[in-house]
T-cell receptor, first 114, second 112 residues
Framework: EAGVAQSPRYKIIEKRQSVAFWCNPI?????LYWYQQILGQGPKLLIQ????????DSQLPKDRFSAERLKGVDSTLKIQPAKLEDSAVYLC????????????FGPGTRLTVL | AQRVTQPEKLLSVFKGAPVELKCNYS??????LFWYVQYSRQRLQLLLR??SRESIKGFTADLNKGETSFHLKKPFAQEEDSAMYYC??????????????FGGGTRLMVKP
């Protein structure tokens, strides 16, 4: 089966600019996650969707980050405006259900904010 | 506060030596526990889960509730085991039940 797809793979922007990331989960997976992984750290959950509804966004910096999953399939994560500390790899993952703990990860988008 | 700790950032062993990657968690309940692995230039993927009591690629992990630890072990390391390993307990989140939380990771290097 096709895996989780993400684009772009790399992005370099200047601080205060905006950026958007796209994720297409595995077909049939209802749950979608966005993680932020700063260099040298483990992934940190930003937001979790169940179909097109938000299950948890308690760690999403809502003053600058937003995410949507309008049709319950693809998702976009946006940062506006970006700060230097947003430099990280942004990982998208999907799972079959909310109780399943087997997460399938995409390749990630490496963001560099200058 | 609930958290997961992997005390070693880097673990270097020779091929054939035993390996133990440590994971400690602080949690008042009984979390589900997982190990995820990321090989060079590959995606993060599930290695094993404690509930399955399985051995994957020769690795096992024992849950010690008394010590709140979930260490990953392999008796004889192979060069292909070189990777980043993340302990990931599912800890209680008020919004969404049990939330998968990743430790900081341990890089395992197996030397020939």
């Amino acid at each position: 089966e096709a895996g989780v797809a993400q684009s772009p793979r790399y992005k370099i922007i200047e601080k205060r600019q905006s950026v958007a990331f796209w994720c297409n989960p595995i077909s049939g997976h209802a749950t979608l996650y966005w993680y932020q992984q700063i260099l040298g750290q483990g992934p940190k959950l930003l937001i979790q969707f169940q179909n097109n509804g938000v299950v948890d966004d308690s760690q999403l910096p809502k003053d600058r980050f937003s995410a949507e999953r309008l049709k319950g399939v693809d998702s976009t994560l946006k940062i506006q405006p970006a700060k230097l500390e947003d430099s990280a790899v942004y990982l998208c993952a999907s799972s079959f259900g909310t109780s399943g703990r087997t997460l399938f990860f995409g390749p990630g988008t490496r963001l560099t904010v200058l | 506060a609930q958290r997961v700790t992997q005390p070693e950032k880097l673990l270097s062993v020779f091929k054939g030596a035993p390996v133990e990657l440590k994971c400690n968690y602080s949690y008042s309940g009984s979390p589900e526990l997982f190990w995820y692995v990321q090989y060079s230039r590959q995606r993060l993927q599930l290695l094993l889960r404690h509930i399955s009591r399985e051995s994957i690629k020769g690795f096992t992990a024992d849950l010690n509730k008394g010590e709140t630890s979930f260490h990953l072990k392999k008796p004889f390391a192979q060069e292909e085991d070189s990777a980043m390993y993340y302990c990931a307990p599912a800890l209680m989140n008020n919004n969404a039940g049990n939330m998968l939380t990743f430790g900081g990771g341990t890089r395992l290097m197996v030397k020939p």
